[in-house]
C-alpha cells in the first residue's frame, strides 16, 4: 500500500499504467485517475487508487500553468487539482487530467504536500 494514504478507505482497481509508474505516483489512463498503490509490474499492471472516496498526501504546486511561461497560484481548500500525465507534476493547471480536490492549502509558487480528495469532475 502507499505510504502516502491520508485515509484508509476501500476503492482499489488494476489497470495497466505506462512504464516507469511506482507506488504513490498520481496516474491517469483513459478517463481513470487515482494513485498507484503498487508499482507497475512486469505485466504492466498496477494497482490502483480511484475516486470517489479516498484521500491522499501528494506534492502540489501552487501554479495554473506549469509550462512556459507559468502562472503561479495559490491553492485553496476545493480548489480542482489536475495531474499533468507526462511529468506527474500535480497542481491547478487544466491542461492536465482532473485528478480530485485540495483539501488543504499551498501559497502560490510553492510546492507543499497536502491531502487531495480524489475524485470525479
Same mark, same amino acid.
Request: net charge neutral; glycine share 10%.
Given at each position: ?5 491520508? #485515509? ?44 470517489? +472516496? ?27 487539482? #489536475? ?7 500535480? +497542481? ?8 480530485? #480536490? ?17 475524485? +470525479?469532475?
Amino acid at each position: 500500500m502507499a505510504l502516502n494514504d491520508a #485515509y484508509q478507505l476501500t476503492n482499489f482497481v488494476s489497470i495497466p499504467v505506462p512504464s516507469g509508474f511506482v507506488s504513490g505516483d498520481p496516474v491517469s489512463v483513459g478517463f481513470i485517475t487515482g494513485v498507484c498503490q503498487t508499482s507497475r509490474d512486469t505485466a504492466g499492471l498496477a494497482t490502483v487508487r480511484i475516486a470517489p +472516496s479516498a484521500a491522499v498526501s501528494l506534492p502540489v504546486i501552487g501554479q495554473t500553468t506549469i509550462t512556459s511561461p507559468v502562472t503561479n497560484s495559490a491553492v485553496a481548500v476545493g480548489d480542482k487539482i #489536475y495531474v499533468d500525465v507526462t511529468t506527474k507534476t500535480v +497542481s491547478k493547471d487544466a491542461t492536465g487530467k482532473f485528478l480530485g #480536490y485540495a483539501l488543504e492549502t499551498v501559497v502560490s509558487g510553492s510546492t507543499t504536500t497536502i491531502k487531495v480528495l480524489l475524485g +470525479s469532475a
